[in-house]
């Protein structure tokens, strides 16, 4: 069993930026990602990133605000969110374990977060 713990996440004006991190308590060397999900809405994708950093994959609506990284010598993941928007109001989840190929499906991940609620203010 793989314990993510978060942190990061808090209250911010329209235009900040926050920077989420997810520290898995054991190594995956899988593709790992991030979702959020808004009040009444469903699960989605944020973004992910492969093993060694190389590949990155974003969701539109994030795409030029928001960087994913790790650190692997940390065994931390980080999402880097700027420039955010009232819109981007969710909890965001870590998630570990994606293999191959449709890691912005949810349901291709062994492991979640507990989540950390992210509120941009306009």
């Known amino acids: 069993q793989v314990h993510l713990v978060e942190s990061g996440g808090g209250l911010v004006q329209a235009g900040g930026s926050l920077r989420l991190s997810c520290a898995p308590s054991?190594?995956?060397?899988?593709?790992d990602g991030w979702f959020r999900q808004a009040p009444g809405k469903e699960r989605e994708f944020v973004s992910a990133?492969?093993?060694?950093?190389?590949?990155?994959y974003y969701a539109d609506s994030v795409k030029g605000r928001f960087i994913i990284s790790r650190d692997n010598a940390k065994n931390t993941v980080y999402l880097q969110m700027n420039s955010l928007k009232p819109e981007d109001t969710a909890v965001y989840y870590c998630a570990v374990g994606c293999r191959g190929l449709g890691c912005p499906n949810s349901t291709r991940y062994d492991y979640w977060g507990q989540g950390t609620q992210v509120t941009v203010s306009s």
């Open positions: 054991g190594r995956s060397y899988t593709i």
């Open positions: 990133i492969s093993w060694r950093g190389g590949m990155t």
